[in-house]
C-alpha cells in the first residue's frame, strides 16, 4: 500500500535552513508528481509546491517563492523541501501527498495519498 | 489567486441528520474542455491528515460511505452527508485544483449536537 513518511522537522531559528524528506513505498514513485502541503497550529490547509514525476517542472506558492525549493530523487523514492530564511510564519504541520495519477502533470492535482506530517516550529 | 469559501465555518447536527457544507469559489472552476468540475473535499480528523473524500466535485472515493456525497458546478459546491454518524465528527475542507496556486477552502467544523 502507499506509504509516504515525512521527517526533517523540529525547531530552528528565525532566518535559519531546514530540508524535509518524504520517503514514498508502495507505488512507483518516479511516475507521479507530488507535492507539499502545511497546516499552521490549530489552522486550515495551505499548499506549497508541487514538482512533476521526472522533476523537470516545478510551481510554488507565492509565499514561499525564493526560499523554499521542491526537489526529488527518484532513484532514492524520496521527495524533499529545502526551506531557507525560515520566518515564525512557517511554524506548521508539513505534509507531503501525492496526486491519483501517473505520468500527469497539472491535470488532476488533487490529493490521493497524504504522509502524517512532520512539525517545522520557528522560533526567534 | 481562486478563492473558496465555506460556509458555515462550524456546524453542529444531530445524529442520523443531514449535514450541508458549501463552497464557494471566486472564479469558475469548470473546464468546458472535458465538462469536469476541478474541486474535492476531504475530512480531517484531530491529529491526522485529511482524507479525500471526493474528487471531480462529485465522484466520491473507493471506501468512502454512501452517506456522503458532492455536488454544483462552476462557482458553487455542496459537500452532503445524509445521515450524520458520530465518525463524522471532522473538520472539513474543500480544494480546487483549476490552476495554481492550489487554494483551500478555511475548513468548516462538524459537530454533532
Known amino acids: 500500500q502507499v506509504q509516504l513518511v515525512e521527517s526533517g522537522g523540529g525547531v530552528v531559528q528565525t532566518g535559519r535552513s531546514l530540508r524535509l524528506s518524504c520517503a514514498a513505498s508502495?507505488?512507483?514513485?518516479?511516475?507521479?508528481?507530488m507535492h507539499w502541503v502545511r497546516q499552521a497550529p490549530g489552522k486550515g490547509l495551505e499548499w506549497m509546491a508541487t514538482?512533476?514525476?521526472?522533476?523537470?517542472?516545478?510551481y510554488y506558492e507565492d509565499s514561499v517563492k525564493g526560499r523554499f525549493t521542491i526537489s526529488r530523487d527518484n532513484s532514492k523514492n524520496t521527495l524533499y523541501l529545502q526551506m531557507n530564511s525560515l520566518r515564525a510564519d512557517d511554524t506548521a504541520v508539513y505534509y507531503c501527498?501525492?496526486?491519483?495519477?501517473?505520468?500527469?502533470?497539472?491535470?488532476?492535482?488533487?490529493?490521493?495519498?497524504w504522509g502524517q506530517g512532520t512539525l517545522v516550529t520557528v522560533s526567534s | 489567486d481562486i478563492v473558496l469559501t465555506q460556509s458555515p465555518d462550524s456546524l453542529a447536527v444531530s445524529l442520523g441528520e443531514r449535514a450541508t457544507i458549501n463552497c464557494k469559489s471566486s472564479?469558475?472552476?469548470?473546464?468546458?474542455?472535458?465538462?469536469?468540475?476541478?474541486l474535492a473535499w476531504y475530512q480531517q480528523k484531530p491529529g491526522q491528515p485529511p482524507k479525500l473524500l471526493i474528487s471531480?466535485?462529485?465522484t466520491r472515493e473507493s471506501g468512502v460511505p454512501d452517506r456522503f456525497s458532492g455536488s454544483g458546478s462552476g462557482t458553487d459546491f455542496t459537500l452532503t452527508i445524509s445521515s450524520l454518524q458520530a465518525e463524522d465528527v471532522a473538520v472539513y475542507y474543500c480544494?480546487?485544483?483549476?490552476?495554481?496556486?492550489?487554494?483551500f477552502g478555511q475548513g468548516t467544523k462538524l459537530e454533532i449536537k
Open positions: 501527498a501525492k496526486v491519483p495519477y501517473s505520468n500527469s502533470w497539472l491535470y488532476a492535482e488533487y490529493f490521493h495519498h
Open positions: 480544494q480546487q485544483y483549476y490552476s495554481t496556486p492550489y487554494t
Open positions: 514538482i512533476s514525476s521526472d522533476g523537470s517542472n516545478k
Open positions: 508502495g507505488f512507483t514513485f518516479s511516475s507521479f508528481a
Open positions: 471531480w466535485a462529485s
Open positions: 472564479q469558475r472552476i469548470l473546464y468546458t474542455s472535458n465538462n469536469k468540475n476541478y
